[in-house]
């Protein structure tokens, strides 16, 4: 399926078109959990332990790979699938980016990236640019964005407790 918006790779470099909401958070993580931290990110762990359903054609971040997450429960919760369209795993940075598809209730792209600075210090960032998609999006107006923005503190949260605490 094609994606839903034409700014394709735009949060790999964190240069956000304008004229979109962005959202960009960036947090600490514990010093030495770098790897930890990347193979949480690339593998779906960090969603899955952030509480989101994750279903995906491959158990690793790709280019191409398809996911759809989920939130909520049962007849409330909310499908939105993406296709992975980039990734990096090196000695500086791990993560991936990835765009909407048709039924996202957003149209844009976030990404979710581990970096170790020169001074060794670890960092995790979720840096997104979207638009409302579907009737929901658009009529949650700011409580969406203060969502999206919360959505994101949370996963930092989630990969400290991650790296904390490896499996």
Do not use: K, N
């Not at 470099?13 to 931290?37: I, K, S």
């Amino acid at each position: 399926m094609p994606l839903t918006y034409p700014h394709v790779g735009a949060t790999r470099t964190g240069e956000l078109p304008a004229g979109w909401r962005h959202v960009r958070h960036r947090v600490r993580l514990p010093d030495g959990c770098f790897g930890t931290a990347g193979q949480a990110v690339l593998t779906w762990r960090l969603h899955r332990a952030a509480g989101v359903r994750i279903t995906a054609d491959a158990p690793r971040a790709a280019p191409g790979v398809a996911v759809t997450s989920g939130l909520g429960i049962g007849p409330l919760r909310l499908a939105a699938p993406c296709e992975v369209v980039w990734t990096v795993d090196d000695e500086h940075r791990a993560g991936f980016g990835y765009g909407t598809l048709p039924g996202h209730p957003a149209r844009g792209e976030e990404a979710f990236v581990v970096e170790r600075d020169d001074a060794g210090r670890v960092w995790f960032e979720v840096r997104a640019f979207s638009r409302p998609d579907r009737w929901m999006m658009r009529v949650a107006g700011p409580a969406g964005r203060a969502f999206q923005h919360g959505y994101a503190r949370w996963l930092g949260h989630t990969l400290r407790r991650l790296c904390r605490h490896p499996a």
